[in-house]
């Protein structure tokens, strides 16, 4: 749990999204089997393409071509790959991706505050906006921030600084919610709070060991948040 003092000053709220806002591991590992079919190559596990998620759908085709997480697929091959797994993807966002339970109520809660939103992923920006779209999530943000939108991407601490010169705050006063490794190095890196959920993809247990990934706070869900800013705001307004 982190100190009052820190919540306190929480001026805006940055949030991953396949594993923190929604599960989308059914239809990214549709689409990933559909390109290994589609290439010769017998479907994966679910739980096995869901271990390659989180670093954007280029190092996901990579690694489900080979079904390896640090392996590089032939060019051309990956080429052809990429092409098909995009298209597929892009027709098939929300077939079975929804959000997790809390999600919505979490959001509203943070919203009735007067906290801007953001959504920082490594998700490709044209598919995190329209998933969002699809999801009916979409309007409780004031910036969305895809893997391409900017030369880097998290655990770069460049989309968490660049989201706080957009809002005009300090890095300090954003906090950075996600379920990965990815999440938790780019708040340290840029200065953000870093908070954990413990119901997404990241296997937690193993990341609060090392200082280097463990999170400032670990959360169980997101309305758990609004719990802990809501008397700090309150008494602000007073």
């Known amino acids: 749990m982190t100190t009052q003092t820190t919540i306190e000053h929480v001026q805006a709220v940055a949030f991953d999204l396949d594993g923190t806002l929604c599960d989308s591991i059914p239809d990214l590992a549709a689409a990933a089997n559909a390109m290994r079919v589609h290439l010769g190559q017998a479907p994966l596990p679910q739980e096995v393409v869901a271990g390659y998620v989180g670093d954007g759908i280029a190092k996901l085709v990579h690694r489900v071509l080979t079904d390896n997480a640090d392996g590089e697929a032939d060019v051309s091959r990956w080429e052809e790959g990429f092409t098909f797994f995009v298209r597929y993807y892009r027709e098939h966002l929300s077939d ?54 900017l030369p880097e991407k998290k655990p770069s601490p460049l989309p968490l600084l660049h989201a706080a010169e957009v809002l005009n705050i300090d890095p300090e006063n954003m906090m950075m919610v996600g379920d990965s490794k990815n999440d938790i190095l780019a708040a340290k890196a840029a200065g953000c709070l870093s908070v954990a959920v413990t119901f997404g993809y990241g296997d937690m247990q193993e990341l609060v060991q090392s200082p280097e990934t463990k999170p400032d706070w670990l959360i169980g869900s997101l309305p758990e948040i609004y719990e802990n800013l809501r008397p700090q705001k309150t008494q602000n307004t007073d």
């Open 96 to 149: 079975f991706t929804r959000p997790y339970p809390e999600t919505e109520a979490g959001l509203g809660l943070l919203k009735s505050l007067g906290i801007p939103l953001i959504v920082v992923t490594n998700k490709n920006e044209v598919f995190a906006v329209e998933l969002l779209q699809q999801l009916g999530l979409a309007d409780y943000f004031s910036l969305i921030l895809g893997g391409d939108s």
